[in-house]
């Protein structure tokens, strides 16, 4: 089946740090990947996307690549700030299937 | 202005009762959603429907019901609730038309059964 691992938190930085959350993903066909961002007490909002091999997502300083070879989209920040601390999703969905498929979520803590 | 809007925030019940969750969006989307998270973060996706017909029903217990009145609304009706129901619920919704098909998701509504 489809699914989705990413790596486990929870993650402490400082402020400007470099931050990594891997993501490897098993589709039976050629997926779209997204990571979500859930800020505490809200809902998911859409971070960043990618539809095809190759296509690399960015938003907000955060920056994540297709790699079908390696069947990942790691999510990427050069400097973070204590406002990215949220719980990150890496999510995949196949062509013409309605529903994502989440991982099971990082929790990020950003200290000052 | 709020994209996806779902009532209650927050509900808390006792087991055994009935209870339901109503969701919104003024987006223009055909198709929304019903996800549970539980404690641990972890997002399932339980219902969605496509222009007020069911197309996603996972393995969910049958005291949940969604009920969809017209393409802007779903709501979940969940019967004789249990401890284990206690979770937050979040509503989504998302054009089905279009490379990307992202989903738009509401605030959540945090259920706790006592």
């Known amino acids: 089946g489809n699914s989705v691992t990413q790596m486990e938190g929870p993650v402490t930085l400082s402020e400007e740090a470099f931050l990594t959350i891997n993501c490897t993903y098993t589709?039976?066909?050629?997926?779209?990947l997204f990571w979500y961002v859930q800020y505490p007490g809200e809902g998911l909002q859409l971070l960043l996307k990618a539809t095809k091999a190759d296509d690399k997502g960015s938003n907000k300083g955060f920056e994540a690549t297709y790699r079908k070879e390696t069947t990942s989209f790691h999510l990427e920040k050069g400097s973070v700030q204590v406002s990215d601390s949220a719980v990150y999703f890496c999510?995949?969905?196949?062509?013409?299937?309605?529903?994502?498929?989440f991982g099971a979520g990082t929790t990020v803590t950003v200290r000052a | 202005d709020t994209a996806v809007s779902q009532t209650p925030k927050y509900l808390v019940t006792q087991m055994g009762n009935d209870k339901s969750i109503k969701c919104e969006q003024n987006?223009?989307?055909?198709?929304m959603y019903w996800y549970k998270q539980d404690s641990k973060k972890f997002l399932k996706i339980m219902f969605s429907y496509n222009n007020k017909e069911l197309i996603i029903n996972e393995t969910v217990p049958n005291r949940f019901s969604p009920k969809s009145p017209d393409k802007a609304h779903l709501n979940l009706h969940i019967n004789s609730l249990e401890l284990g129901d206690s979770a937050v619920y979040f509503c989504?919704?998302?054009?089905?038309?279009?490379?990307?098909?992202?989903?738009?998701f509401g605030p959540g509504t945090r259920l706790t059964v006592t």
């Open positions: 999510a995949l969905r196949l062509p013409n299937d309605y529903k994502l498929s």
């Open positions: 989504a919704s998302s054009r089905t038309s279009g490379a990307f098909y992202e989903q738009y």
């Open positions: 987006l223009g989307h055909d198709t």
């Open positions: 589709a039976t066909g050629y997926p779209s």
